[in-house]
């Protein structure tokens, strides 16, 4: 995994620009702390900076192609999971290859295919070829959008990144907010459109989207997009497709020429991984799996059960170490430093994220890269087959809003009367545009037809974020880390299962349960839906509203925005909060922590509002 960036003007010298492009390139460092390489002619750069996974000699980026007249430069951040397969079509074709890296195979594939290269591909991916010749340059990004694409164009600059502050370090495009991007991050953050990246003039490239640009001009096309078809397969078929495509996905993403781990919650999506990967490893002689797992300090104390979290992990990760015979590690974060690393948590999203639930990931990642370089995890099962409390809650199913951020009164509380009237009805248009993407058949009962819009609700939101939060703190500490359940096979087959199918025995992920009986052990097959772990420590409630009151105190652009006593009643009163901000962990410590973040962001940022 790798930082790109790159900055087409055609009017201006980019020779020039040297220092302003070093200083792009020192902004992705933390993306690739291997190598780094720029490429500079008179009206394009492109930057690259290096984590070696695969081929370590032979994957040097910028990687350059002359075939015939045109001389194409490549910039690309991703692991493709079928490069020996397109090889040898391209090798069929008469292309001869230097090494085995995957990003020798995607360069050679857009010569050969040009835009259509981006449909052979299975992996996560976005990259940028320039051609010197027609002076056109392509970007492309998977079509689940693991990996991120960022862009802006204003005054004849166009320019790119894996990272939105690489993008303002080109000191081109300035760190402003309007009215809709305060919307953004007050009523639908920590998510956020799909495309938007919330800084006015700032953009993304989407999930299952290429893009050229050329003469000034960028055109953009849809390659990947969800269809409706019909499911033809029996339930004893359908279980074992769903083991297949699952366990594929898991060994494909075991290649690596670098140390390589696992994450164990002892949940059922990161033990499924745990168990195939630690099987392949032992068949193909490779040695024993290391697993990781995160916990706090003293948090057994002061556990308390809920809908959302029914039971903690200890457990169920101790069954899944002796099932799998892995060597584990339990990462015990410190409940200061947690709400410490909110400010490092936010400066690597680049935006306020989903507070201590990234900042843990953060500190976690950082413990991980002492030892290992690539680690897979088992985020999106629960988007794809229903494993979220609110795809199983009738009383919820049918409601027009956002299942994890149901109701905007606590996001109303902490703002000044009278700032952003049209909020609600913002965050309304968002969940109609969404619910409009999934495609139906006729033959789709109501049950089915919502269950499809819940499903584009949850893969073009609620994943998002998830990966969002999953890259940047990845990454920002040098560990690329892989989402099996992100293969795009998986993700068509489960928009058109049956939910009668999906959720067997009227289970959350009850297809996927029923695929690993027998391979994992059953109190791990049906342990109840728990996600990832957070504090219930009082220590890091009280660090968190200590410095909201500080913040408070302060004459700053966020004390202008917020409301005191709102904010006051939530530090003396936390349980005074009816539903979590977002999702299922945000609830009144994670408010005043995301406070913390919005602080650091228009602080570090020096964010305006325009």
Known sequence: MCGIAGWINSVQNMCEKAYVLEKMSDTLKMRGPDENGIYIERNAALIHRRLAVVDIENGKQPMVYADNEEKY????????????????????????????????????????????????????????????????????RDRIGVKPLFYAYKNNNFIFASQIKTILASGQIPAVIDEQGLEEIFFLGPARTPGNGVFKYIEEILPGEYAFFENNSLQKHKYFIIKAKEHTENEKETIEHTRFLIQDAIRRQLVSDVPLCCFLSGGLDSSIITQTASDYLRETGKGTLDTYSVEYVDNDKYFEKSLFQPNSDTQFINLMTDSAKTKHHQVILDN???????????????????????????????????????????????????????????????????????????????????????????????????????????????????????????????????????????????????????????????????????????????????????????????????????????????????????????????????????????????????????????????????????????????????
């Open 73 to 140: 430069i490549l910039v690309y951040n991703g692991e493709l999971y079928n490069t020996h397969e397109i090889k040898s079509e391209l090798m069929l074709a008469g292309f001869e290859f230097e090494g085995h890296s995957d990003t020798e195979v995607v360069l050679k594939a857009y010569v050969k295919w040009k835009e259509k290269c981006a449909e052979k591909f299975n992996g996560i991916f976005a990259f940028s070829v320039y051609e010197t010749k027609r002076k056109r340059l392509f970007l492309c």
């Open 336 to 610: 200061i430093e947690l709400g410490k690393a909110l400010p490092a948590a936010t400066f690597a999203r680049d935006l306020p994220g989903m507070a201590d639930v990234d900042s843990s990931l953060l500190l976690f990642c950082r413990e991980v890269k002492k030892n290992f370089t690539v680690a897979l995890s088992g985020e999106c099962a629960d988007e794809l087959f229903g494993g979220y409390p609110w795809y199983h809650n009738k009383d919820i199913l049918f409601e027009e809003s956002f299942p994890w951020s149901r109701s905007q009164d606590v996001r109303r509380r902490i703002l000044k009367k009278g700032l952003l009237p049209k909020g609600e009805e913002y965050v309304k248009e968002k969940y109609l545009q969404t619910i409009k993407l999934a495609d139906k058949l006729p033959s789709d009962t109501k049950l089915s037809a919502r269950m499809r819009e819940m499903f584009m609700l949850n893969f073009n939101w609620f994943m998002q974020c998830l990966l969002d939060r999953k890259d940047r703190m990845s990454m920002d500490c040098g560990l690329e880390v892989r989402v099996p359940f992100c293969d795009y096979r998986i993700v068509e087959y489960a928009y058109n299962m049956p939910w009668e199918l999906k959720s067997l025995f009227g289970r959350e992920k009850g297809i996927v349960r029923k695929a690993f009986e027998g391979i994992l052990p059953e109190g791990i097959v049906y342990r109840k839906k728990s996600p990832y772990p957070k504090t219930h420590n009082p220590i890091y409630f009280e660090y968190v509203s200590g410095r909201v009151r500080e913040i408070m105190n302060q004459k700053s652009i966020l004390s202008e925005l917020l409301d005191k006593d709102g904010i006051k009643k939530i530090t003396e009163n936390p349980e005074s909060i009816p539903s979590p901000w977002y999702g299922q962990l945000m609830r009144a410590p994670q408010i005043l922590a995301y406070i913390i973040q919005l602080d650091t962001w228009f602080e570090e940022f020096k964010v305006q509002i325009i």
